[in-house]
């Protein structure tokens, strides 16, 4: 299954992906100079280099697990609901506290990229999603219920 990305968050992927490359390609350097000291088993410089090189390493595949998406281009759109690439702004409707929640997709909360950002799987997104300006929602958490009063929209791009 495709993951939606954001058109905006799929170039800092691909910059995030060939600096992790380059990160790769300097940790291997760092491997061979340890290496080249002499006994593996106390050399604290090469176990730290292979450390950081399965870090690395795992971060590349994580990344490039995201580039195999559906890229979603909102700039230029107003949205009139809430959907994926959203924020939406809630105003408590006892205490008249505004929240915004950023409504992304698992790249975009992997690279961290917002503030609040809630990914489209969530139960507050879930809730959320379809709703427009004016519409009451309610939530629970745990013991607490909460309802509040949709006060804006507005595309992430």
Same mark, same amino acid.
């Given at each position: 299954?495709? $993951? @939606?990305?954001?058109?905006?968050? /799929?170039? =800092?992927?691909?910059?995030?992906?060939?600096?992790?490359?380059?990160?790769?390609?300097?940790?291997?350097?760092?491997?061979?100079?340890?290496?080249?000291?002499?006994?593996? &088993?106390?050399?604290?410089?090469?176990?730290?280099? +292979?450390?950081?090189?399965?870090?690395?390493?795992?971060?590349?595949?994580?990344? &490039?697990?995201?580039?195999?998406? +559906? =890229?979603?281009?909102?700039?230029?759109? #107003? @949205?009139? +609901?809430?959907? !994926?690439?959203?924020? #939406?702004? $809630?105003?408590?409707? %006892?205490?008249?506290?505004?929240?915004? /929640?950023?409504?992304?997709? @698992?790249?975009? !909360?992997?690279?961290?990229?917002?503030?609040?950002? #809630?990914?489209?799987?969530? @139960?507050?997104?879930?809730?959320?999603?379809?709703?427009? #300006?004016?519409? =009451?929602?309610? !939530?629970? !958490?745990?013991?607490?219920?909460?309802?509040?009063? =949709? %006060?804006?929209?507005?595309?992430?791009?």
């Amino acid at each position: 299954m495709q $993951v @939606p990305v954001l058109k905006s968050t /799929y170039k =800092i992927l691909n910059e995030k992906i060939a600096a992790t490359k380059q990160d790769i390609n300097e940790n291997s350097k760092d491997i061979g100079k340890a290496a080249s000291l002499g006994d593996l &088993k106390e050399n604290s410089a090469y176990h730290s280099a +292979r450390e950081r090189q399965v870090l690395l390493l795992e971060r590349m595949q994580r990344l &490039k697990s995201y580039q195999n998406c +559906r =890229i979603i281009d909102l700039s230029g759109s #107003v @949205p009139e +609901r809430v959907s !994926f690439g959203t924020s #939406v702004t $809630v105003v408590d409707s %006892t205490t008249e506290t505004s929240h915004t /929640y950023n409504l992304i997709g @698992p790249a975009e !909360f992997e690279l961290d990229l917002l503030p609040d950002m #809630v990914t489209i799987a969530a @139960p507050v997104a879930r809730l959320l999603i379809g709703k427009r #300006v004016g519409d =009451i929602v309610s !939530f629970k !958490f745990g013991s607490n219920d909460w309802t509040g009063n =949709i %006060t804006e929209i507005r595309g992430l791009e």
